[in-house]
T-cell receptor
Framework: GQNIDQPTEMTATEGAIVQINCTYQ??????LFWYQQHAGEAPTFLSY????GLEEKGRFSSFLSRSKGYSYLLLKELQMKDSASYLC?????????????FGKGTKLSVIP | DTEVTQTPKHLVMGMTNKKSLKCEQH?????MYWYKQKAKKPPELMFV???????INESVPSRFSPECPNSSLLNLHLHALQPEDSALYLC?????????????FGQGTRLTVV
């Protein structure tokens, strides 16, 4: 089975930096995704890590350590519009296809 | 075109109705998915189609019946649903092979069963 853990809620101040952690235990691991989801909307892709290390994309960075089953999403220069749920999702091989299992999501509130 | 299009956006149906949700993508993706998302919960996988064949059925009740008429279309047929089936139904697609399996999501159908 797949087990993914991330904090339920976080609060950070506008302009600050926040790190959202994700730990996972899975078989057939391919890679790890981070998605952003605003209330009532579909998830949108933020980043993908398949190898160890840091991937940077503008204000967002994501880190992966496969040996530790650990990832984090780093958001810099926080803006009010970054208030959303952030979903960690693990891609793994199963039954002849690739699947995506989501963590429960971290609800981030950005305050002035 | 990097869109996954779902129709309808909203659906209200009675417990005796039969309705269908539709999903379409033109990215040449060979894997398509149905997810169900309840309020304040993560998306939960329901079905996976790989190369137009059902490869995963996550113990979903038979009142949900998926169909993949061709590589671009995915339907979810609904019959005799219960109020607890009210949720956001998300369709997604991915290349279906290789390591980069980023899933593109549609905007979802918000279903209310009355």
């Amino acid at each position: 089975g797949q087990n993914i853990d991330q904090p339920t809620e976080m609060t950070a101040t506008e302009g600050a930096i926040v790190q959202i952690n994700c730990t996972y235990q899975t078989s057939g691991f391919n890679g790890l995704f981070w998605y952003q989801q605003h209330a009532g909307e579909a998830p949108t892709f933020l980043s993908y890590n398949v190898l160890d290390g840091l991937e940077e994309k503008g204000r967002f960075s994501s880190f992966l350590s496969r040996s530790k089953g650990y990832s984090y999403l780093l958001l810099k220069e926080l803006q009010m519009k970054d208030s959303a749920s952030y979903l960690c999702a693990v891609s793994y091989s199963g039954a002849g296809s690739y699947q995506l299992t989501f963590g429960k999501g971290t609800k981030l509130s950005v305050i002035p | 075109d990097t869109e996954v299009t779902q129709t309808p956006k909203h659906l209200v149906m009675g417990m005796t109705n039969k309705k269908s949700l539709k999903c379409e993508q033109h990215m040449g993706h060979r894997a398509m998915y149905w997810y169900k998302q309840k309020a304040k919960k993560p998306p939960e996988l329901m079905f996976v189609y790989s190369y137009e064949k059902l490869s995963i059925n996550e113990s979903v009740p038979s009142r949900f019946s998926p169909e993949c008429p061709n590589s671009s279309l995915l339907n979810l047929h609904l019959h005799a649903l219960q109020p607890e089936d009210s949720a956001l139904y998300l369709c997604a697609s991915s290349p279906g092979q290789g390591l980069n399996t980023e899933a593109f999501f549609g905007q979802g159908t918000r279903l209310t069963v009355v």
